[in-house]
């Protein structure tokens, strides 16, 4: 694309109405700096260094005249529980009287439902454990799990596309629960070595959980009722297996053919976890800011700019250094989105519809902040009809085109094009599908309430592949994605500027974003909302 001459001189102008904006790679720097710094620990949620980070932003806010988007505060405070193995009762996963070390052959994590669970139960295997008849997938067919614990493999046979089998793998649990199983544990196949190491799943699980409080006190979970979980190693899955209708030399064999949909049956052996779990109560916030929309046909109608605050605060030190200050995943994000919330105020001209910015809290942590903000609004008497999400701009490099997760699923797809190519920036299609990123960040707690939403963030033209690829290998959830790296802060303000056109358009376009017809995730999460078209 034609290169911006003014970012060379600290600042880039928006054409029209907006013509008297600046975006400055000074201020992004500024304010990327000091979320980024050790002072703030990593920005763990419900921790000091990410109650700095909120108290910041929300600062920012007040100065650049945003309104308070939670009632009179620009804070909503999110109530969690924090749920921790207890260290003097290590955990126990045993099948057929056969122990499992936990983390060596077993993975077991804590639970907010049992203090203390000891008990036993029959174990079916399931297959994938999925339910998607266009897929020809019926995994529960013919199996009685009632009151059993599943055991499934990850993931889906080929054929299923990216984002629809995301969406499949994350609602499993549900679909197990609907059929009355009181738990899951997922079988480590090497497909899930791809994705994660043992170590590193261990590793995860044994750091605990965060979950948040339903107003009567209890922890919110989705399936309540699925009490027994774990994750089985090629030893335990071998016990398991030995003498079923498929044993695990046999099913890994079988599932080496990418498209094979392996039966479930009943395994004939029982699991017994043994566990005790300590619940600790903290709070961190939502950071909330509004800009009243002017129509008063669409005022009430809100476009939501939001980029996770958090990061993954102080772990074990590597090379020295025990903090992972997150400056790309995601104070690069949240300093943009303030950019644009600050082009908002310079530009004299109040959107149409209202705009609401949110630094989330708890991404990091399971899209927890943005899931108690969809089911709880933070605003009352207006509805949000659209989410921009910005999470880990990866900003080494200039530009050329941006990928908007999941713009091909509404109406929102031509309106982003509209409004980035009417900078120079081009609109490119998905370019890691397999990856499923569509549901991997906090735009998703909103799709899942029917909100239209896209995942924003710099593309793969140019040098981009390369880039993202070298960003992600040496630096994502890393101690070394720090102010160390080769930022280029003139593209923070091009990135802003992309953040801002977008919203801008979507704020004042006659029509809110609708799903198109016959789109698998307007259709799961809003089959009742009007449709259009898709061209």
């Known amino acids: 694309m034609r290169k911006l001459h003014l970012l060379l001189l600290g600042v880039c102008a928006v054409p029209g109405a907006a013509s008297a904006q600046t975006f400055s790679p000074e201020r992004i720097k500024a304010d990327v700096a000091f979320l980024a710094d050790d002072l703030l620990e990593g920005r763990n949620a419900g921790e000091r260094g990410y109650d700095i980070a909120a108290h910041y932003v929300a600062a920012e806010y007040q100065k650049m005249g945003l309104k308070p988007g939670a009632g009179s505060s620009y804070f909503q405070t999110v109530p969690f529980v924090r749920v921790d193995l207890d260290k003097a009762a290590p955990p126990r996963l045993a099948i057929g009287g056969q122990t499992f070390a936990n983390g060596v052959d077993s993975i077991v994590g804590p639970t907010p439902l049992v203090a203390n669970q000891n008990e036993e139960v029959e174990v079916v295997f399931v297959g994938y454990g999925l339910e998607a008849p266009q897929f020809g997938l019926n995994d529960y067919e013919g199996l009685d799990v009632r009151g059993k614990v599943v055991a499934y493999l990850y993931g889906t046979p080929a054929g299923v596309p990216s984002e629809e089998g995301a969406t499949l793998n994350a609602n499993r649990s549900k679909l197990a629960a609907s059929k009355g199983a009181i738990g899951t544990v997922l079988l480590f196949t090497p497909s899930v070595e791809k994705l994660i190491s043992w170590k590193d799943l261990g590793a995860s699980t044994a750091e605990g959980s965060l979950r948040w409080v339903e ?3 209890t922890p919110h ?3 309540p009722t699925l009490r027994v979980g774990g994750v089985l190693g090629p030893k335990a899955a071998t016990a398991l297996l030995a003498g079923s209708p498929m044993d695990w030399p046999t099913l890994l064999k079988t599932i080496e053919n990418k498209t094979a949909k392996p039966k479930g049956f009943a ?15 903290i709070n961190s916030a939502n950071v909330v800011g509004m800009i009243p929309g002017n129509d008063p ?20 030190p590597v090379n020295g250094d025990n903090i992972k200050n997150g400056l790309m995943d995601n104070a690069a994000g949240v300093g943009t989105m303030l950019e644009a919330a600050r082009a908002f105020q310079a530009s004299g001209q109040a959107p149409k519809r209202s705009i609401m910015f949110v630094g989330l809290t708890a991404e990091e942590d399971g899209l927890l902040g943005s899931d108690y903000l969809a089911h709880h609004p933070a605003m009352s008497g207006k509805k949000v009809v659209a989410n921009v999400n910005l999470d880990m701009p990866v900003l080494t ?22 409004a980035v190519e009417s900078i120079g920036v081009k609109l490119s299609p998905d370019p890691v599908p397999e990856e499923g990123l569509f549901t991997r960040s906090d735009h998703y707690s909103f799709v899942k309430k029917g909100i239209p939403a896209v995942f924003l963030v710099t593309g793969y033209g140019g040098e981009g592949k390369a880039k993202v ?11 070394s994605d720090d102010m160390k790296l080769p930022v280029r802060w003139d593209v923070g303000a091009k990135f802003a500027r992309v953040n801002y056109v977008i919203a801008r358009e979507l704020a004042d376009s006659p029509q809110a974003p609708l799903w198109y017809k016959d789109n698998f995730f307007g259709d799961r999460f809003a089959p009742n909302a009007p449709k259009a078209p898709k061209p």
Not at 267 to 281: C, E, N, W
Not at 299 to 315: P, R, T, Y
């Open 397 to 418: 490099y200039d530009f050329v085109d941006v990928v908007a997760f999941g713009a091909e699923h509404s109406t929102m797809g031509p309106i982003v094009k509209r």
């Open 221 to 223: 979970i989705e399936n």
């Open 215 to 217: 107003p009567n006190g």
């Open 267 to 281: 395994v004939g052996k029982k699991l017994r976890i043994q566990r005790k779990s300590t619940i600790k109560k």
């Open 469 to 479: 690829e070298e960003f992600q290998k040496l630096h994502y959830h890393k101690v």
């Open 297 to 316: 046909a669409l005022a009430n109608e809100v476009v939501m700019l939001s980029a996770h605050l958090d990061h993954d605060g102080i772990v074990p």
